[in-house]
Nanobody, 122 residues
């Protein structure tokens, strides 16, 4: 079992930055690929970024490539999402998730956090 708790969301102006954190419980954190998804009001949850077990491989949605960076610290059981050059269209609830498969498909993720709201004002 893995429990995930996100933090770091908030209100920021367009062009600003935020850093999301996701703290995981359990001794097997390093066995899971981790990802961030987001869900805007009235829209489906979509993939944002994922990182493999060791942190050596990452993948991003085209919409955030070059602006967002996912990283992890296995010693701290934490995954991060650094978000720069934020745009109003980045406004959403951001969820972290853990998967033994590490794909970009939400259905392959076994564990989810409760989400953290990110609001970008224009």
């Amino acid at each position: 079992q893995v429990q995930l708790v996100e933090s770091g969301g908030g209100l920021v102006q367009a062009g600003g930055s935020l850093r999301l954190s996701c703290a995981a419980s359990g001794r097997t954190f390093s066995s899971y690929a981790m990802a961030w998804f987001r869900q805007a009001p009235g829209k489906e949850r979509v993939f944002v970024a994922r990182i493999n077990w060791t942190g050596s491989s990452t993948r991003y949605a085209d919409s955030v490539k070059g602006r967002f960076t996912i990283s992890r610290d296995n010693a701290k059981n934490t995954v991060y999402l650094q978000m720069n050059s934020l745009k109003p269209e980045d406004t959403a609830v951001y969820y972290c998730a853990a998967s033994s498969l590490g794909t970009v498909v939400s259905g392959s993720y076994n564990y989810w956090g409760q989400g953290t709201q990110v609001t970008v004002s224009s």
